[in-house]
């Protein structure tokens, strides 16, 4: 199974590979984007870290040819900072998290991601406890329909709620295709669904992931180390997939990039900028990798550099 690289050219270019030292890729996924860096440079070395134990088994696979200057670790970018200093590490060059879920998860029906495959409910990235399908059978209706509002931005997230409800007053749910058939009924003849949107599941769906695998958590967990590890004009570079975690991004990015404001002077105190942010505006990907590789369809590249 292959996954392709998201805006693998811009990460290489912001993360400067040539320049040798230690880069951590936190999701590596498959390794498509640690093979890249690594092939660009033979002075870099690389710590590859992902929670999901059968994606870290194909990336020992592909990047066994680069020997000694991988290492891979099983655990959540949440705990970046006790991951490397296992590794004894205190410090990186660069960190690359390309977020959300590999070709690997969506494609495999047993994990429960797609609402296109029949699957059980179940989502998790790796180890965990909480599943999908304890979500939707479980939750009372208001915490599912908070959940749904919240981390799908599900502008219909009462009514599903109530049908999820109404169904596994029935019998429980259990596969994705039976929950994206009661959600489907549920936004039908709603007059929001035109021909060529996206699926009525998608919302539900990610929602559903978020909360299964505590992201928007993780990810401030991750930004809030990361500016801790880096080097002085170390990299940082995040490819997210939807508006939620962009937000967070582009955030943090600025409020660590503004710095603090002197209270006489009104100037803000230089010293106390951690970050420069690369990039502007996201990066987005050319319509030429949309058509070619359709899951870098939402993603947004920000890049900062350490002060
Ligand atoms: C989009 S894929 C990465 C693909 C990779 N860049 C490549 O080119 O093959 C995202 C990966 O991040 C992992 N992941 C997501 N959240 C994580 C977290 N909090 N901690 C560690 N890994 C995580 C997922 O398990 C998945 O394998």
Do not use: W
């Not at 879920?101 to 409910?121: D, K, M």
């Not at 991750?222 to 997210?240: F, H, M, N, T, Y």
């Amino acid at each position: 199974m292959r996954h392709v690289p998201v805006l693998l050219e811009e990460t290489i270019r912001l993360l400067q590979p040539e320049r040798g030292g230690l880069v951590v890729d936190c999701t590596v996924g498959l390794g498509g984007h640690a093979e890249a860096l690594l092939e660009a440079s033979s002075s870099l070395r690389l710590i590859g870290i992902d929670r999901d134990p059968q994606a870290l088994e194909m990336a020992e696979v592909r990047l066994r040819p680069f020997g000694a200057r991988v290492k891979l670790a099983a655990g959540n970018f949440a705990d970046l900072e006790a991951l490397l200093h296992q590794e004894g590490v205190e410090a990186v060059d660069g960190i690359l998290a390309d977020l959300g879920v590999s070709s690997l998860q969506l494609e495999r029906a047993e994990r429960g991601f797609s609402f296109r495959r029949e699957g059980p409910l179940d989502m998790r990235m790796g180890p965990g406890r909480l599943t999908a399908g304890m979500i939707v059978n479980d939750y009372s209706e208001t915490d599912l329909e908070q959940v749904l509002r919240e981390f799908g931005e599900e502008p219909q997230a009462r009514r599903i709620a109530r049908a999820v409800v109404r169904s596994r007053e029935q019998k429980a749910i259990e596969t994705t295709t039976e929950l994206s058939g009661i959600v489907g009924k549920a936004k039908a003849g709603r007059g929001r669904q035109r021909p060529g949107r996206i699926d009525p599941a998608t919302r539900v769906f990610q929602a559903l992931r978020i909360e299964v695998n505590r992201e928007l958590l993780g990810l401030e967990a991750l930004l809030d180390q990361a500016v801790r590890l880096l080097e002085k004009d170390g990299r940082l570079v995040v490819i997210s997939y939807h508006s939620l975690e962009d937000r967070i991004v582009k955030n943090t990015f600025r409020d660590l990039a503004r710095g603090e404001v002197d209270e006489i002077t009104g100037r803000t105190r230089s010293e106390s900028r951690v970050i420069e942010v690369l990039t502007k505006k996201p990066i987005r990907p050319s319509e030429e990798e949309v058509a070619a590789n359709p899951r870098s369809r939402s993603a947004r590249l920000r890049a900062a550099r350490r002060l």
